[in-house]
């Protein structure tokens, strides 16, 4: 079996144009802590998302210093700090799991942390072991979601699509060469502009490995103290777009997770992460067959309402699908074997139709749609006899 490609692995080429960039990164401590948790997180994780016992942890301070004192960027990429002789860790997926906690808090406003956040989340969510860590990527991506624009799925496309680790390296390699005299770290050496090494960058099909390392880039170059221009704007678009895409892929992934608290998670980080409008997704889960996956989707729509759907539907479209899902609601409350599931479905129907009461009696919303079924009959043989 050959070798797992190391999407990280330093080009010395430009590793020197890259240490000049990062001289001109604001030493503010927000950016060092966010950059602590993103290496214990890499530290506690194989290349291929696996735990790892042994790792070299470190806190906001050690990170801090370490940083002051010696400072390499291979390719931008990971930094080397001064040799840490790695510990045994007893629970790596509760230490985990609490790094992914603390990284909660980083504003996805910030270009910086937005890319930071959504490569380690993205990675994670498809590639680690742990559920709770899985479900806890999943959870946050889905928070993510509405700074990133998320709208639909999107499947990792197929490897012989994906770019070469050499064309990745070359457009990262561009992208380096054309931020450094915006930076003010280097004259130009590429006839190419910032803008269209981004764009070149946008065209690529990335698989998720491969947004990783694009992501790590940009936010090495979003520390420097001129990031802010307005010149480098095009450079934050680029991690929207290259983090929204990675995002979709993963909570596409998390769709059919082996465990069902993960495929849960799904349903709710859709939900938000797309404002209610991922009506179709939340359809596909009503044929689940674990408990807590149709508990949360019955959740989110006494929450929030009926999901909408993601393409545009005319008047009479809207009203079957209004329809359908009622009739969905119903057949649940009447007919799940597991009870909380059913409460669920009826404290959804009680937000969602106009039946002007409250219950959590299965018959009591059995009834009303009989009822409901029978006046609309007699209505239309009315309507019928006028005409």
């Known amino acids: 079996m050959p070798a797992p490609i190391n999407w990280f692995r330093p080009a010395r080429a430009l590793s020197g144009l890259l240490l000049g960039l990062l001289g001109l990164a604001a030493l503010c401590s927000g950016c060092h802590s966010v950059d602590a948790r993103i290496h214990n997180l890499g530290e506690l994780h194989t290349e291929e998302g696996k735990v790892s016992y042994k790792a070299a942890l470190m806190g906001e301070g050690e990170y801090l210093m370490r940083r002051a004192f010696s400072v390499s960027a291979p390719f931008g990429v990971e930094f080397e700090l001064d040799e840490k002789e790695e510990e045994l860790i007893e629970d790596p997926a509760g230490a985990c799991l609490e790094e992914l906690l603390a990284l909660e808090r980083y504003a996805p406003k910030n270009a910086r942390f937005l890319a930071l956040r959504t490569e380690m989340y993205a990675w994670l969510a498809v590639g680690d072991p742990y559920v709770l860590a899985r479900e806890r990527c999943v959870l946050e ?77 940009c936010a090495v170059l979003l ?15 680029l991690v929207r777009d290259v983090a929204g895409r990675r995002a979709a892929m993963a909570l596409t992934s998390a769709r059919s997770d082996s465990s069902p608290i993960v495929r849960a998670a799904a349903a709710l980080a859709w939900t938000h992460g797309t404002d209610n409008r991922a009506g179709e997704l939340m359809a596909e889960a009503l044929g689940d067959r674990e408990p807590i996956v149709l508990h949360r989707v019955f959740r989110e729509i006494a929450a929030h309402g009926i999901p909408r759907p993601m393409k545009e539907l005319s008047e009479v479209e809207r009203l079957a699908w209004k329809e359908n899902w009622i009739a969905n609601l119903v057949q649940a409350a009447r007919d799940h074997p597991d009870g909380r599931v059913a409460i669920a479905a009826c404290k959804a129907l009680a937000v969602v139709t106009d039946a002007g009461f409250e219950s959590l009696r299965f018959e009591d919303w059995v009834a009303w749609w009989v009822k409901r079924a029978e006046a609309r009959v007699n209505e239309d043989r009315v309507l019928k006899a006028g005409a």
């Open 223 to 237: 520390a420097s103290s001129r990031a802010p221009r307005r010149e480098f704007d095009v450079v934050r678009e």
């Open 141 to 217: 991506l889905g928070k993510l979601g509405v700074a990133l624009g998320l709208e639909d799925t999107l499947q990792a496309p197929p490897e012989s699509e994906q770019p070469t680790i050499e064309e990745v390296s070359g457009r990262i390699a561009d992208l380096i060469k054309t931020a450094a005299p915006v930076l003010g770290s280097g004259e130009r050496t590429t006839k190419l502009t910032l803008p269209e090494a981004c764009d070149a960058i946008s065209e690529l099909q990335l698989g998720i490995p491969a947004g990783r390392r694009i992501l790590r880039t």
